[in-house]
């Protein structure tokens, strides 16, 4: 069947929370999807409770814990959709997530991507923290190096166009900044549209700031993942994406009072 969404969903010890991602999936109103759940290794029930359903749409695969960009990969290498798109297992779709973005897509054939908005919430979905839109149309390779805020929100929140002979692969090994490297190695598919619909309930769990030295080894990462691509276009460009990070480092830091890391991180 034509249009058919690949929707990639990595799961690693998600048992509180995948019943209900999965749920969101198949309240879909674009019901021509298929779900490719890679369970990581997880050492709780969430086996049990992603075989609670009996879709004949969810493809289930299993690994040893490697990681969730191993996990993506394994989703990316199977995946039969012509289009795909990735799920947090401790996220939400909205019901029209994939309809209105794909309906974009539909409209423009020169459009590689379209994303979409986030609403950030806490961790039982009740309290709702913050909407976050997308603002960035066009070639999202300038957004991506420059870490344009209205273009990449968050991993979940592109729906991309699979190109028949395109390689993708997400990088190994990082613990943040992975997504970021992995859009930006195929921004040269095509343009990136968008929509202002919201289409991902992202669940924001207070684990998120603890660990801002992996955010910065993130960031670096992706610093040398964009110098050692040449996805810069100038020395200029290069030295803003330098400024960005220091600055998100900066105010990072800040907010957990680590005024001492703060200023270090900009040395």
């Known amino acids: 069947m034509k249009n058919l969404v690949s929707i990639i969903m990595p799961v690693y010890n ?64 199977h995946m039969s959709g012509d289009f795909f798109c990735f799920l947090d297992a401790d996220d939400q779709l909205t019901k029209k997530s994939i309809a209105s973005r794909i309906l974009v897509l539909e409209r423009n054939d020169e459009w590689a991507f379209v994303g979409g908005g986030q609403e950030q919430w806490d961790q039982s979905l009740s309290k709702k923290l913050k909407t976050q839109l997308p603002d960035y149309e066009g070639w999202p390779r300038k957004g991506l ?17 699979r190109e028949k002979d395109g390689l993708y692969h997400f990088p190994v090994g990082w613990t943040h900044g992975e997504d970021l490297a992995f859009f930006l190695s ?37 610093l040398h993942f964009v110098k050692a691509g040449g996805y810069f276009s100038s020395q200029k460009e290069l030295n803003y994406l330098k400024w960005r990070i220091k600055r998100i480092m900066f105010l990072s830091y800040l907010h957990t009072h680590e005024f001492v890391k703060a200023f270090k991180s900009l040395w």
Not at 44 to 64: G, L, V
Request: proline letters at 1%.
């Open 186 to 222: 195929i921004s040269k598919q095509g343009q990136l549209g968008l929509t202002k619909d919201i289409v991902v309930n992202y669940r924001r769990h207070a684990s998120a700031m603890s660990d801002l030295g992996k955010l910065q080894d993130g960031y670096n990462n992706y």
């Open 14 to 77: 998600a048992a509180k929370h995948v019943d209900q991602a999965i749920r969101s999936v198949l309240d879909q109103t674009y019901s021509n999807w298929e779900l490719l759940i890679i369970n990581d290794g997880s050492t709780d029930n969430s086996k049990e409770k992603i075989q609670n359903f009996q879709d004949k749409r969810i493809r289930y695969f299993e690994q040893s814990n490697q990681g969730v960009s191993v996990a993506r990969n394994v989703g990316l290498a």
């Open 145 to 161: 190096v420059s870490l344009h805020p209205g273009c990449f929100i968050n991993c979940s929140t592109w729906l991309i166009r």
